[in-house]
């Protein structure tokens, strides 16, 4: 990112004025809570209401709180009070309410500790700081609108980890970066905490505490791509997120010296505001705690990679490098879609014949060749498959690289073979099952599970998310069948594909050859009788001399 200049540093410079002499917001004497009750929900409302008209720019903004229901709880959001056109701002968050990395760089407290590590973490020992002043902090009306903690996994104990993310390919991330949580508390507490217990209790800076608010922060601060940084901003961390690309968008405008929230394609008065997040579900409850309902971004990582026991390993490897992809890869697989690009690597790491590449065209596009040329690059291929030196004619064609089959695309459904594409298909068809069946309970448990009111709130989560996981599953492996169905045959021996009811076939074909055998019989009789199945009936006989027996 190219550096700001020193008049609009704002978010991004070290110390600007403004930081340096930021307005103290109002002191609102209210109590800290996340009970999620319909009371705490309403309360919440007053308070953001109060803390909007406290700050002049947020109190032109045409957003209003308003109380929703939840999964777990009540929960608070905001409504635009006016229609916006694409790209319209809707709220404008001035820069000296914004707390970034800075602010905690600068307490009296934590600062010098919030300087050597990461922006989250300097944004934790910040709050944790703050909280431990209750109302005498200037941030307290702030504070007081976040929750005091989210249901993260990175919150819950070992049991619930291993138990209710059973299969879900979220577990094994969600443990390790609760242990990297761990550790980072722990080498806090070596070096800092313990060293002097007088200015950093253990009531304030404890395990728990500090893994607490590292989850209010990991939710609810934003990243200002223009800023390059993360900020706890009042009323906009408290948006909820969509992965529709019709969410709003927020980043940090120098000439404004804002943060600013702007519509994406429209907003209507009354619609609830949602901020733009294209993350899956599995990173949306590790990060915020919370599964939405239906996440249009929601995706499954699904791994591929060559086989490097693959006699053309080397020439795929390069191939792959050419259209921008390694030899070990992970795609996104999605419920409402078919996964091409995964498909179509797939089909690439399986081809045997490499005369499937040179058989087909030069793809013009990558290798610049004009069409007259494309008939002589085809010897080429044949030696680039084979490992021999690449002839002059192409060099000629001013191309210092091999072009790439267009056989190979991953932008279309290229077919290359019936037998590579059942051979695709039965692996990824495989893959679904193995997924399937990791999980401790079926897609149908799972269903009457979520229907069941006792649920805690981490059984109610981790059931949303592995229902999340399983519709991709299944609507995968129902495409997969879909595909399957046109092929016909399975493959035999000969490397063919042999129509799979051919036994069957035959059976019936002798079946039904019954009434008719005892005609064929008497024709085999008078043919036989008639000399027509011996070539030398009714020649005359031969004047040379017939050879001597051997005996």
Known sequence: MPPVAPAQQGLTGR????????????????????????????????????????????????????????????????????????????????????????????????????????????????????????????????????????????????????????????????????????????????????CDTQRFPASVFGQEQFVQAFSVVLAHAIYLPSASCFALLPLASLLSRTGSETGCSLDYDPELKAVVLKSGKGLRSGVEIQLYDPRPNGELLLATGSVPTSNPADFLSWPAALLKADRYFQMKTQILEELGFSNEEQFPVFADRFPQQLLAYLRLSRVADPALFAKAEVKRALCGVQPPCCCMLRPCIECWLHGLPVCAQLRACGSTQLAVPACVSFEQDVVLSQLNEYEILQIMMGDCRERLQAYSYSLEEDIKLAQQRDLSPEELLACKLRLSEKRIISSTMDAVRRRLAPVRGIPSKSGAMQDPNSDLKEIFDAIESIPTAPLKLVEGLMSWARGEQDPDWGKKPSKQPKAPKPW
């Open 15 to 194: 110390v600007p004025a403004v930081l340096r002499a930021r307005p103290l917001l109002p002191r609102v004497q209210c109590r800290a809570g996340s009970s999620g009750t319909i009371a705490d929900s309403l309360r919440k409302v007053d308070q953001l209401k109060e803390l909007a008209s406290s700050v002049p720019m947020l109190a032109k903004a045409r957003v209003e709180p308003r109380r929703f229901t939840g999964d777990i709880g009540d929960r608070v959001g905001f409504v635009s009070l006016s229609d916006a056109a694409a790209g319209a701002a809707v709220l404008s968050v001035p820069e000296d309410v914004a707390i970034t990395h800075l602010d905690a760089e600068k307490h009296e407290l934590v600062g010098q500790v919030a300087s050597e590590q990461s922006q989250l973490v300097a944004l934790t020992l910040w709050l944790l700081a703050e909280r431990a002043k209750g109302s005498s902090s200037s941030w307290h009306a702030f504070l007081s609108t976040l929750p005091t903690r989210t249901w993260s996994p990175l919150l819950w104990d070992t049991e619930q980890l291993q138990t209710l993310l059973a299969g879900s390919p979220i577990q094994s991330e969600a443990i390790a970066r609760k242990a990297a949580l761990l550790q980072q508390w722990q080498t806090l507490q070596d070096t800092v905490f313990c």
